[in-house]
């Protein structure tokens, strides 16, 4: 069966980027001229998905207000015969079906899925976090979805993390058996760095079978006293195959500050219409916080960390 759904959670209440968040939610903040969820959404959309629900909650109209038809904005831009904004604008709305429904209590990943049971039915579908940008010539979704079709279960997407920072992830042990495709064989929410079992990490896409719910109906609060989604598939993984997937691609883990800063320059410095400007300034801050002769700059002695 083709994998046509994808779930959104985004009821989080964004506290690491607060006080931005404090009355916008953390998927609405901008990178370069975008919110965060639009760049996950177009993943969804160029890997096939059909279908979006947003998990919300409180707080969160300004997702559905984004994705939602604006009939005075388009009507100005209209007016004043800007046609590539409405183009642009109209798009966003038009771009995939999506529905929403609410997560009434911020009770973790996993309950945050199991509040799409009834949208998923009992079909395959798609998982998708808004903190993990992917750059990737072929979607990060699309990837895990050609696995899927393979080995017909669920896929988990993983990315190999410096082993001091494991603790921040769920993590996998796990067997090869193609390429960059793992057979799974256990799994762990977020282990002290010394029980890790690898460095692989499990990140923000996962396709899920629909005999997931049944066992995030019954799961008790794990780590962090939340319905973890990672316990969940452990329990999965005894009554069928779990697959991982090392994909090919660059992440920005946008869920912090640090990481957030760090997309909005990579993404910046490959977009045609900044890349000279704004490298020359990133240059120039260089130099000043260095104290570098100019002239050493410009005979190649100095380049940007990107570069």
Do not use: W
Not at 151 to 162: I, S
Not at 255 to 265: E, H, I, S, W
């Amino acid at each position: 069966m083709r994998v046509k759904k994808a779930v959104f959670p985004v009821a989080g209440l964004g506290t690491r980027f607060l006080p931005a968040t404090k009355a916008s939610p953390k998927e609405m903040l901008p990178l370069i001229d975008k919110p965060l969820v639009q760049y996950v959404v177009e993943e969804a959309v160029a890997s096939g998905i059909e279908q979006i629900l947003f998990v919300t909650g409180r707080g969160k109209r300004a997702i559905e207000d984004h994705f939602d038809i604006a009939f005075e904005l388009e009507s100005m831009l209209f007016d004043k015969g800007k046609e590539a904004e409405l183009t642009q604008v109209r798009e966003i709305a038009n771009m995939v079906d999506i529905f929403y429904v609410r997560q009434k209590q911020a009770l973790g990943l996993g309950h945050a899925v199991l509040c799409a049971r009834e949208f998923v039915g009992n079909e395959p579908f798609a998982v998708l976090l808004g903190d993990d940008i992917i750059e990737a010539p072929t979607p990060c979704l699309g990837q895990l979805l050609e696995v899927y079709r393979k080995y017909r279960g669920t896929v988990l997407a993983l990315e190999q993390v410096p082993m001091e920072n494991i603790s921040s992830y769920g993590c996998v042990q796990a067997n090869q058996i193609y390429k960059k495709v793992f057979e799974v064989t256990d799994l762990v929410e977020k282990p002290l760095r010394e029980d890790a079992p690898s460095d692989m990490a499990i990140i923000g896409r996962y396709v899920l079978t629909p005999e997931i719910f049944p066992i995030l109906e019954r799961q008790k609060p794990g780590k962090g006293g939340e319905i973890q989604l990672t316990d969940a598939i452990l329990q999965l993984s005894k009554s069928e195959a779990i697959y991982g997937c090392l994909f090919d691609g660059i992440r920005h883990d946008c869920g912090d500050k640090m990481g957030f800063l760090k997309a909005t320059v990579d993404l910046a410095l490959k977009r045609d219409e900044f890349n000279g400007e704004f490298r020359s300034y990133l240059l120039g801050r260089l130099m000043e916080q260095q104290e570098i002769p100019a002239n050493l700059a410009v005979h190649g002695m100095v380049a940007t960390s990107h570069d």
